[in-house]
Nanobody, 121 residues
Framework: VQLQASGGGLVQAGGSLRLSCAAS???????MGWFRQAPGMEREFVAT????????SYADSVKGRFTISRDTAKNTVYLQIDSLKPEDTAVYYC????????????????WGQGTLVTVSS
């Protein structure tokens, strides 16, 4: 499976971005997730969604501002980010995973290259 993340950029606080993650190759997986890693910090869970049914869950820090969705016909997962804050600045990674715990990076076995989101104050 190859995962191609895109959509990052420089945005002012309060703005919005939509990240995309296109999956290709042998695309079977149970769920897709977004993680982020800020400079000097560990990678953290952001959101996850199941391919079948579209069940989503979020980290508490992003609830109400981030929306994860998927387009099964396009094998693409999206992360809509609204009301951006400077603390959202990070490299955002998408990942494909199985039936494990959705917020745990150990549940994911394919990772994209990341897309950088920079939020200016």
């Amino acid at each position: 499976v190859q995962l191609q993340a895109s959509g990052g950029g420089l945005v002012q606080a309060g703005g919005s971005l939509r990240l995309s993650c296109a999956a290709s190759g042998h695309t079977f997986s149970y769920r897709m997730g977004w993680f982020r890693q800020a400079p000097g910090m560990e990678r953290e869970f952001v959101a996850t969604v199941t391919w079948s049914g579209g069940t989503a869950s979020y980290a508490d820090s992003v609830k109400g501002r981030f929306t994860i969705s998927r387009d099964t016909a396009k094998n693409t997962v999206y992360l809509q980010i609204d009301s951006l804050k400077p603390e959202d600045t990070a490299v955002y990674y998408c990942a494909a995973g199985g039936h494990g715990i959705g917020w745990s990076s150990r549940s994911y076995y394919y990772w994209g290259q990341g897309t950088l989101v920079t939020v200016s104050s």
